[in-house]
């Protein structure tokens, strides 16, 4: 117990020490909160890819220096920040996948939700090999040789076919009925995550193991590794309208904004922000890769991409 | 059912019922042999039934903006920022917390000095400074907010619901339902419908990992009251005592340690769902976890798991020692510490308002990138070495036993392994095994998506045979001594508490895309419950009786395997039946590596809303094996106890 106690007393002559030292004072070179009174406060919706954060990261970036706005940051996916629009805990979604249904659902019947145009991102869905396998065996880019070469991607989870490894759960998906449709011997295998799927796409190349599988442009990724995509047979207007027999390739996809109703009608300066925002895949890739490979805060990213574009922001501002 | 009979036969060797069994199994066999492929009920990964599209329909009915739902978030919602603002996030026109990074370490450290004694004191000053060394003191203390919040509210409604299920048997029965469906339906399934009643945010993430936390105190509540001796409440009877005296005086002081077992395991579920939450935006370490995991950052997502490891040892050793603390007044010598050391709390609060290296966590000593690096490393050291091994490894159990087992099951017609079941259940657990079995089976039938459920339903048996066997070997060791338990503890505590996402990068890397990845990933996740509710069950068993075993010359061996197993019995089941729930909550994870099957309907419904419906019916197949596994099992084990003859004064298990 006595030496309990002295090591109290030695700990708290320790504390007395240190507050010899003070420091810096909490809110002393505090100066007044900018309120941005004419924004207020802009919630913007960040859906789970680095891609999107880039976008995110910009738009926010620019709200906050350019336009003085509070931009709060909700980390949602996507069906969880659409359902945000009627709630009014989301004011924007900068990148949607031409997700049809949620269309349907809270622009056209709930009246929540506005489109307010693309973001100049084009989208596009596809089949990928990785780049020694394209290399190796160049013939594999054309479907028509796909079956010759199914017992390459063989695996423990394709039941003595092939594998086509598909992603995550949202994300847009033919395969099944191509599979059937264009009489390949495959199967389709769920890998259920971006992650998995990077992950077996990053181990093909380095083991130089075959994978084929769904992947899409843009993407963080293609920085680190250029995946080669399959030629399937060619999209035509229409060829995908029914479900159960598509049997040609994904379209080309205008990706765009959509934003709250009640967002659209405030007059806030950060909806016009929204409207005007429109960038390339190399002008998000260019930030995605600051985010994902240098590491960057999504903030410094944006900082250092809006300060080497500053023309193409100043006309999204209206100047 | 391999599982199954593995676990009585380690009780008691029964030869006729051992010959039923496999001749089930062998005419199974053949008539599969002769049936495969017909009446299998398949079902395609984007299709759906009438039944699902009818489930999708009726999620735009209910919906937010009722007062009920409205008056509970507000409730919640203040509540974890009252204690964001107190501890995590500037607040109040201040840019820092109310109190500091010194505040905190020092409350929590007096804290556990007051509660438990001064070695945890010790471990909660250094595990805290460490977490602000890793440079995620505000991530971390974002996460302590909801998640002190979550555990509150699951014990201030469990404890009691625990002691009610402890005391009656109509209870108890109903409650062993409802938590069976909470802990086993995937937290995915009622994430977004609770979005829809709580909206986005702390509130509903805060609710989602109480629906999830909460069952463990009750269970482990209830399963001590219920193991209380029924001469020492006799006795108590028979001197007079009320039944509220009863319960004050004898069933809680001698359950104490089982309800702080239970209250551990609601912490740790609670920071174990602190990444799903995060799919809510739930603030804190979550977040920084799947940042992470969208660059495949493993070194990142392992310090911010690191982190919540962290909190949970502390967050762990702190109640233990609680719990083991008798309840007696404090001495005269121990009130004016006790207070001294209030003083100092104080002086280290006021320290933490005032100046700026007191409230804000000094960023120079950055542990966290350095720890980042060294994990990333190892990681790819690993993989670099065991690459080729690993994939070895899961491509002989997938095709030696995976793959066998799944295509019994899956290509069975749905009938014959209704029956074949329903027969197994007859022979091991009798009425009661075989009643439930075919309501859960028919029921399964019923969600559309028979074949995903035998899917899963075979991974889930391999994981379960792996998890019991690892967990009663691991669980006897380290109940029977001390100094292993203190080496083991805290690894069974990474297991439970690290994030799955954080180590799933890195199994991928190991074994691919694959069903395997999931077995492996949900082995991890449900070995360390199983292991300290066994540990738990041997510590319990009175050391007169081990040591009479030993005066009559028993070996080592003997003493575990005819007394402390035997006596340890009812631990042992609850064992078995955690870890199978474990392994079943770990279902739709496993969807996210490769798995598919149910996990991956369930991730599905979470994302895609015209998927919803199915993957609502995924969940609820999820829930319908769990329970059909769990009576099966239990009433096994009751089957086991009536053959040996054993009259112990309970009717409960």
Redesign the interface.
């Known amino acids: 117990m006595t030496n309990k106690l002295r090591s109290v007393g030695v700990l708290s002559a320790l504390a007395l020490a240190l507050t010899a030292c003070g420091g810096a004072k909490v809110g002393e070179a505090e100066k007044p909160a900018d309120g941005g009174k004419e924004c207020g406060t802009f919630n913007l919706a960040v859906n789970p890819w680095v891609g999107y954060e880039a976008n995110a990261a910009v738009v926010a970036y620019v709200a906050t220096k350019d336009l003085g706005c509070t931009v709060t940051k909700k980390n949602l996916k996507e069906e969880i920040s659409w359902q945000g629009f009627g709630t009014g805990e989301v004011d924007a979604v900068l990148e949607n996948w031409g997700h049809e249904d949620l269309k349907k659902k809270y622009v056209e019947q709930q009246k929540v939700a506005v489109v307010v145009g693309p973001s100049g991102n084009k989208g596009v869905i596809g089949w990928y090999l990785p780049p020694w396998l394209a290399a190796e065996k160049p013939e594999l880019k054309d479907w028509n040789n796909l079956n010759k070469f199914a017992s390459l991607f063989k695996t423990s989870e394709s039941g003595g076919k092939g594998q086509l490894l598909d992603g995550d759960p949202s994300f847009v998906t033919n395969d099944e009925a191509l599979v059937k449709n264009l009489r390949l011997d495959y199967k389709v295998v769920y890998a259920g995550s971006e992650t998995a799927l990077i992950q077996a796409f990053r181990d093909a190349e380095k083991n130089k193991k075959p994978v084929i599988g769904y992947f899409y442009e843009p993407q963080w990724f293609f920085n680190e590794l250029k995946l080669v995509k399959v030629d399937l047979p060619a999209y035509k207007t229409g060829c995908d309208a029914d479900p159960a027999k598509v049997a040609c390739d994904y379209p080309a996809y205008d990706l765009d904004k959509i934003v709250s109703k009640k967002f659209a009608d405030s007059g806030s300066p950060a909806y016009d922000l929204v409207k005007n925002f429109s960038w390339t895949n190399d002008d998000q890739n260019v930030v995605a890769k600051y985010i994902a490979e240098d590491k960057m805060t999504p903030d410094a990213a944006a900082e250092k991409w809006v300060n080497e574009n500053r023309s193409k922001v100043d006309a999204w501002l209206g100047k | 059912m391999a599982s199954i009979t593995g676990s009585i036969e380690l009780i008691v060797r029964k030869p006729r019922k051992v010959v039923l069994v496999g001749g089930l199994l062998v005419v199974w066999l053949a008539l599969w042999f002769v049936l495969r492929g017909v009446h299998t009920l398949t079902l395609?990964?984007?299709d759906t039934t009438p039944f699902h599209r009818w489930l999708t329909e009726q999620a735009?009915v209910v919906g937010?903006g009722n007062a009920i739902s409205d008056g509970i978030r507000v409730v919640v919602d203040q509540l974890v920022v009252l204690l964001q603002s107190l501890i995590a996030q500037p607040s109040y026109g201040?840019?820092?917390p109310v109190v500091?990074w010194l505040g905190v370490v020092a409350l929590s450290a007096f804290l556990a000095w007051a509660f438990g004694n001064?070695k945890v004191a010790l471990l909660t000053a250094a595990g805290l400074t460490f977490i602000g060394l890793q440079g995620l003191w505000q991530e971390s203390m974002d996460t302590l907010s909801l998640t002190i919040a979550a555990v509150v509210l699951a014990l201030l409604a469990g404890i009691p619901l625990g002691i009610w299920a402890g005391l009656s048997d109509r209870f108890f029965k109903v409650a062993t339902l409802v938590l069976d469906l909470m802990q086993t339906l995937p937290t995915f399934v009622y994430l977004?419908p609770l979005?829809?009643f709580f909206?986005?945010?702390p509130a509903a993430a805060t609710i989602a990992t109480l629906i999830y936390a909460a069952p463990p105190v009750v269970r482990l509540t209830a399963h001590a009251i219920r193991s209380v001796p029924a001469e020492s409440v006799e006795a108590a009877r028979s001197l007079g005592s009320t039944r509220g005296q009863t319960l004050a005086k004898v069933l809680l002081p001698m359950s104490r340690s089982t309800v702080v077992v239970g209250i551990n395991q609601t912490i740790m579920a609670a920071l174990s769902m602190v990444t799903v939450a995060?799919?809510?935006?739930a603030p804190g370490l979550g977040?920084t976890v799947?940042?992470a995991?969208?660059?495949?950052?493993v070194g990142v997502a392992f310090n911010a798991g690191l982190a919540i490891v962290v909190l949970a040892i502390v967050l762990d050793r702190v109640t233990t020692a609680a719990g083991d603390r008798p309840w007696r007044v404090a001495s005269l010598?121990r009130k004016i510490?006790l207070g001294?050391?209030a003083l100092?709390v104080l002086?280290?609060i006021w320290?933490s308002?005032?100046?700026?290296?007191?409230?804000e966590f000094p960023t120079d000593v950055n542990l966290g990138s350095r720890i980042a690096v060294a994990a990333a490393d190892v990681t790819a050291w690993v993989q670099d070495v065991f690459?080729g091994f690993t994939y070895g490894v899961?491509?002989a159990v997938?095709?030696g036993v995976l793959?066998p087992l799944q295509a019994l099951l899956t290509e069975s017609p749905w009938w014959l392994v209704t029956a074949a079941v329903v027969a197994l259940a007859m022979v091991l657990g009798g009425w009661r095994a075989a009643l439930p079995a075919t309501a859960c089976l028919l029921l399964l039938v019923g969600t559309g998506v028979w074949h995903d459920a035998m899917v899963t339903l075979a991974s889930t048996l391999l994981a379960t045979v792996v998890v019991v066997a690892v967990g009663i070997v691991l669980g006897v060791w380290t109940g029977r001594n001390q100094r292993v338990d203190n080496w083991v503890r805290p690894v069974l505590d990474a297991g439970q508490t690290m994030p799955p996402f954080v180590y799933?990068?890195p199994f991928?890397?190991l074994f691919?895309?694959?069903?395997?990845t999931a077995i492996a990933a949900a082995v991890v996740f449900a070995v360390p419950v199983t292991t300290k509710i066994v540990a738990d069950g041997i510590r319990a068993v009175p050391v007169a009786t081990v040591e009479a075993a030993n005066s009559v010359g028993s070996s080592t061996w003997q003493v575990i395997s005819k007394v402390q197993l035997p006596v340890a019995r009812r631990a042992i089941t609850l064992a078995v039946n955690q870890g199978l729930i474990y392994v079943l909550s770990m279902v739709v994870v496993g969807?996210?590596?490769?798995?598919?099957a149910l996990?991956?309907d369930v991730?599905?419904g979470?994302?895609?809303?015209?998927?919803y419906g199915k993957g609502l019916a995924a969940g609820l197949a999820i829930v319908l094996l769990g329970v059909m596994l769990d009576r099966i099992t239990q009433a096994a084990a009751r089957r086991t106890r009536k053959f040996r003859g054993t009259v112990r004064g309970d009717n409960l298990w």
């Open positions: 395609g990964g984007q735009g937010s201040r840019p820092v500091g001064w977004a979005t829809l909206a986005i945010g995060a799919l809510i935006d977040q799947l940042k995991l969208q660059t495949l950052d010598r510490l001294a050391g100092g002086v280290a320290f308002r005032t100046y700026l290296w007191a409230a690459g899961r491509d997938t095709f793959n799933l990068v991928l890397a691919g895309t694959s069903r395997f969807g996210l590596v490769g798995a598919g996990g991956y991730a599905a979470f994302a895609q809303s015209e998927l």
